[in-house]
C-alpha cells in the first residue's frame, strides 16, 4: 500500500468515527425537540400549538454565523444547521407552506431557504390564493414576493394586506440568478421564441437586447411555466433559474444573464401569530392619513425624533376612494420594543388607520 492510501486510510477512518459522532448529537438533539413539543402541547391543551418559532430559529441561526469556527464559511454552516432544524421542526410537526407557484418557481426557493428542506411545500397559482390558503387554516404559513431590487414593489402583495387578517412572521431575501434554458433535444436548433414571467424579462432586458436581439419575447405565468414550455416545443427557450432547469431537466445556454449582478428578491413569511422579539427585528405597518398638507411630515416626523431607521415606504392608492392614499411602511425595531410603542401610539393619534402587519426577525440566511 502506497503512503498515500495509508494517509487516506487513517483520515476515513477518522471521518467515520466523527461521522457517527454527529449522527449521535443530531439524535440527540431531535429528541430534545420532540420533548420540547410535548411541553408546548401540555402547556395548550386542546389549542393550537405554534410549534414553529421563527424568534427562536433566528436566535439559533444567528449563534452559529457567530460562534462558527471554520474552515467552512458562516453562511454554509447555517446552511447545515438550518436543514437539522427543519427535521427536527418536522418531528415536532410537518409545516404545510403555500408558495406563488408552480413548483420550481423563486418563490419555492425561497420557501426552502427559510424553512429547510423538511416542509411540505404546497404550489399556489396566485399570490391571493396564498393568502386565502394560509387564512384558511390548509396551509400553515405562505411564502410571497415582496420586491425586487431591480424592478422594484410586488404591489399586488402589498395591496393582499389591506383586507387580510394575516401578519407578517418573517422575511428572506434570495439572489436571483436567471439562466437562458432550453431542452437538450432542441439545444442545437434555432431558437425562434423565448418564454417567461414579464418581471425575468425585465431583469434581463439588457443583456436580451444584446444578444438575442429580435427574438420573439413571450410573457408566461411564471419562470417555471416558461420551462415547461422549453422542454416541450422544439425551438423555443426559457428564461428561468436553477430549480425549474432542473425541474424540467433543461440545460444552460447561458448563466446568469440578469442586467444587476446584485438582482435579489425579497420574499414575505404570512401566517396567523403575533412573533415575540429574537433581538434583530424589522417590522411593517399600513397607514392611512387625512389628505391635508403635511401629512407625510406628521407620519414620518415620530420616527425620526425617537430614532427609528426606516427601511422601506411606499405609497399605494386606498381601495376607500380617489386619491387617497396607503401608505406601507418598514422600519427597525419590534412592535414590543418602547420607543417604536411610542412611534406607534403617536401615529395613531393622527392616522384615518393604523394596522399592525407585524414584527418578524430580519432574515439571517
Ligand atoms: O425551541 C423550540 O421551540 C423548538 O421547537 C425547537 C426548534 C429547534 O429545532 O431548535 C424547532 C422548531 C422551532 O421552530 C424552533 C426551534
Not at 411593517?284 to 407625510?296: E, H
Amino acid at each position: 500500500m502506497s503512503d498515500e492510501q495509508t494517509r487516506l486510510g487513517e483520515l476515513r477512518d477518522e471521518i467515520d468515527r466523527i461521522d457517527q459522532q454527529v449522527m449521535d448529537l443530531i439524535s440527540a438533539r431531535a429528541r430534545c425537540a420532540q420533548e420540547v413539543a410535548h411541553v408546548k402541547m401540555a402547556a395548550n391543551p386542546g389549542e393550537d400549538v405554534f410549534f414553529y418559532r421563527p424568534e427562536r430559529e433566528a436566535q439559533v441561526l444567528r449563534r452559529i454565523k457567530e460562534q462558527n469556527p471554520g474552515p467552512l464559511p458562516a453562511e454554509e454552516m447555517a446552511r447545515l444547521f438550518r436543514e437539522i432544524m427543519s427535521a427536527c421542526l418536522a418531528l415536532e410537526k410537518p409545516m404545510h407552506i403555500a408558495f406563488l407557484g408552480p413548483k420550481g418557481t423563486f418563490t419555492q426557493a425561497a420557501a426552502l431557504k427559510h424553512f429547510g428542506h423538511s416542509v411540505i411545500s404546497v404550489p399556489l397559482p396566485a399570490i391571493d390564493a396564498v393568502f386565502r390558503e394560509v387564512e384558511s387554516g390548509a396551509a400553515h404559513y405562505g411564502v410571497v414576493p415582496v420586491e425586487n431590487s431591480t424592478e422594484g414593489m410586488i404591489n399586488h402583495t402589498l395591496d393582499m394586506f389591506m383586507s387580510s387578517p394575516l401578519k407578517i412572521c418573517g422575511e428572506v431575501q434570495l439572489r436571483i440568478h436567471h439562466h437562458l434554458l432550453v431542452s437538450p433535444a432542441n439545444k442545437d436548433q434555432e431558437i425562434t421564441r423565448i418564454y417567461s414571467h414579464q418581471q425575468s424579462f425585465a431583469q434581463c432586458r439588457q443583456w436580451l437586447d444584446t444578444h438575442r436581439y429580435g427574438i420573439e419575447r413571450i410573457t408566461v405565468s411564471s419562470n417555471a411555466e416558461a420551462a415547461r414550455r422549453a422542454a416541450e416545443e422544439p425551438g423555443t427557450a426559457a428564461i428561468a433559474g436553477d430549480m425549474a432547469a432542473e425541474l424540467y431537466g433543461l440545460e444552460k445556454l447561458a448563466n446568469s444573464i440578469e442586467d444587476r449582478p446584485d438582482n435579489t428578491t425579497r420574499f414575505l413569511i404570512i401566517g396567523k401569530e403575533e412573533v415575540p422579539a429574537s433581538g434583530h427585528d424589522k417590522s411593517s405597518i399600513l397607514v392611512s392619513m387625512r389628505n391635508k398638507p403635511g401629512a407625510l411630515y406628521t407620519l414620518l416626523e415620530p420616527f425620526h425624533r425617537h430614532g427609528i431607521s426606516l427601511t422601506r415606504i411606499e405609497t399605494r392608492p386606498s381601495p376607500s376612494g380617489t386619491w387617497a392614499y396607503v401608505f406601507y411602511i418598514d422600519f427597525e425595531g419590534h412592535m414590543d420594543d418602547p420607543q417604536v410603542s411610542k412611534v406607534l401610539a403617536e401615529i395613531d393619534d393622527e392616522a384615518v388607520e393604523l394596522k399592525r402587519l407585524g414584527s418578524y426577525p430580519i432574515g439571517v440566511l
